[in-house]
């Protein structure tokens, strides 16, 4: 099975940046549109931000006018810019195509750990 590479998390300060990137293989990049979701220790995996293969963009409210996401399809790439950074968004982030539950568990990475200190 293939997996996403994140990476770019680290440790930041209050309101500080972070841009994450996912390392995709073409024929993921292509089934469908690709998104971002976090998880905090002791929560469920909660949606962040997705963007289509045209580049139309959806965001949770909870970072709408804070994160963007965006795309290279030269270099199957998606990346998360996150500025303005709260200790809510610490949590693990993870890339995946959007699609059903059965179809992402194909694909999920390690993550990439974000820590937002106050």
């Known amino acids: 099975q293939e997996q996403l590479v994140e990476s770019g998390g680290g440790l930041v300060q209050l309101g500080g940046s972070r841009r994450l990137s996912c390392a995709t293989s073409?024929?993921?990049?292509?089934?469908?549109?690709m998104g971002w979701y976090r998880q905090a220790p002791g929560k469920e995996r909660e949606f962040v931000a997705a963007?289509?293969?045209?580049?139309?963009?959806t965001y949770d409210d909870s970072v709408r006018g804070r994160f963007t996401i965006s795309r290279d399809n030269a270099k199957n790439t998606v990346y998360l810019q996150m500025s303005n950074l709260t200790p809510e968004d610490t949590a693990a982030y993870y890339c995946?195509?959007?699609?059903?539950?059965?179809?992402?568990?194909?694909?999920w990475g390690q993550g990439t750990q974000v820590t937002v200190s106050s």
């Open positions: 995946n195509v959007v699609a059903a539950t059965s179809v992402q568990d194909r694909y």
């Open positions: 073409g024929s993921i990049f292509r089934l469908a549109p």
């Open positions: 963007i289509t293969q045209v580049g139309t963009t």
